[in-house]
């Protein structure tokens, strides 16, 4: 069987991988580093429940998320304690 010519290449011994640095290797995190909150964590937050915060965000009531991780929202905790400090205002 004649092998196709473009897949030489292909077929030669590829360069040894290199690994991923175990996690502890690397630098430091720092240690005021917080997660992002979720809407279970934003509505425990607001002592309210997750439905009360899934309404406020389709009627703008409330901040726009960070980031969308999955299609689930996420926010900086720093923005939400300025937006609480703040009187709960866009």
């Known amino acids: 069987m004649r092998r196709d010519p473009r897949c030489k290449a ?7 991988l290199k ?7 690397g630098p430091a995190l720092p240690a005021d580093l917080e997660p992002l ?9 607001l002592s309210c429940s997750r439905r009360l915060v899934e309404r406020m965000r389709a009627s ?9 991780i999955c299609r689930m929202p996420r926010w900086r905790p720093e923005r939400i ?5 703040g009187g709960n205002k866009l």
């Open 81 to 85: 304690r300025h937006w609480i400090e």
């Open 19 to 25: 690994l991923a640095e175990p996690p502890n290797a």
């Open 10 to 16: 292909a077929l030669a011994d590829p360069v040894p």
């Open 37 to 45: 909150i979720g809407i279970d964590d934003l509505a425990r937050i």
């Open 60 to 68: 703008k009531k409330i901040i726009h998320p960070d980031m969308y």
